[in-house]
C-alpha cells in the first residue's frame, strides 16, 4: 500500500484546511486508516482514524468538533476536513494505513500502522 497526503498549507487562526490521503497498491487489505500529525520537537500524535469499509470514526479528543474524517472508497482517498484551526495544530501531518482489526485505543498508536504517506505541512498563524 502506497499513501500520498496532501493538502496543507498556511492559515490564519479560525480557517479550514482538507488535507487529502491517496491510496494506491493493495488497498483491498486496509482495515482503517489513520491521521497523525508532529510538531518540531514533539512526538507524532494521532488525530483521527476511520474504518477503510463500513463508516466507524475514532477522535483523538484534540480533534473531536473541529476536525472530520472521512473517506471515497471508489477514489481510494480518505479527507481530513480541519476547521477552527489553531497555531496548536501547526504540525506536519501523516496519514498511515493498518491492515490489522484494530479498533478504538488502538488506532491511537503508531506500531498499530503498517503503511505511512510522506506527510503535509500545516502552519496556523495567530
Known amino acids: 500500500v502506497q499513501l500520498q497526503a496532501s493538502g496543507g498549507g498556511s492559515v490564519q487562526a479560525g480557517g479550514s484546511l482538507r488535507l487529502s490521503c491517496a491510496a494506491s497498491?493493495?488497498?483491498?487489505?486496509?482495515?482503517?486508516v489513520g491521521w497523525f500529525r508532529q510538531a518540531p520537537g514533539k512526538e507524532r500524535e494521532f488525530v483521527a482514524a476511520?474504518?477503510?469499509?463500513?463508516?466507524?470514526?475514532f477522535y483523538a479528543d484534540s480533534a473531536k468538533g473541529r476536525f472530520t474524517i472521512s473517506r471515497d472508497n471508489p477514489k481510494n482517498a480518505v479527507y481530513l476536513q480541519m476547521n477552527s484551526l489553531k497555531p496548536e495544530d501547526t504540525a506536519v501531518y501523516f496519514c498511515?494505513?493498518?491492515?490489522?482489526?484494530?479498533?478504538?485505543?488502538?488506532?491511537?498508536?503508531?506500531?498499530?500502522?503498517?503503511?505511512w504517506g510522506q506527510g503535509t505541512q500545516v502552519t496556523v498563524s495567530s
Open positions: 498511515a494505513s493498518g491492515l490489522s482489526p484494530l479498533w478504538g485505543p488502538p488506532l491511537a498508536h503508531t506500531p498499530t500502522y503498517d503503511y
Open positions: 497498491g493493495r488497498t483491498f487489505n486496509i482495515y482503517a
Open positions: 476511520i474504518r477503510w469499509s463500513g463508516y466507524s470514526t
